[in-house]
């Protein structure tokens, strides 16, 4: 069992920046991927952002530029750093780790983006 938990969401104003950990504990060997992923409401959840175990990254194109993902190996910790944020950025930001055939998410942090 890998259990996620997201940290760093809130309230911020247009233009502003933010940073969301998610720190992955349990059973975190062989993980082979972590991700970002956002839910508004009344949408679908989508992909912003993956990091494989070796570092490979690939981006939602539509907000690759504003969103940066980075991992830290020695924390177990991944990071998603938000600039230049707009109030259509306002969702629910998940975070995922994929180990084998299984997919983990945490419970989710609120981002608010005011005009």
């Known amino acids: 069992q890998v259990r996620l938990v997201e940290s760093g969401g809130g309230l911020v104003q247009a233009g502003g920046s933010l940073r969301l950990s998610c720190a992955a504990s349990g059973s975190i060997f062989s993980i082979d991927a972590m991700g970002w992923y956002r839910q508004a409401p009344g949408k679908q959840r989508e992909l912003i952002a993956r990091i494989s175990s070796g570092g490979s990254t690939n981006y939602a194109t539509s907000l690759k530029g504003r969103f940066t993902i980075s991992r830290d190996n020695a924390k177990n910790t991944v990071y998603l750093q938000m600039s230049n944020l707009k109030p259509e950025d306002t969702a629910v930001y998940y975070c995922?780790?994929?180990?084998?055939?299984?997919?983990?998410w945490g419970q989710g942090t609120q981002v608010t983006v005011s005009s």
């Open positions: 995922n780790a994929v180990r084998s055939v299984t997919t983990y």
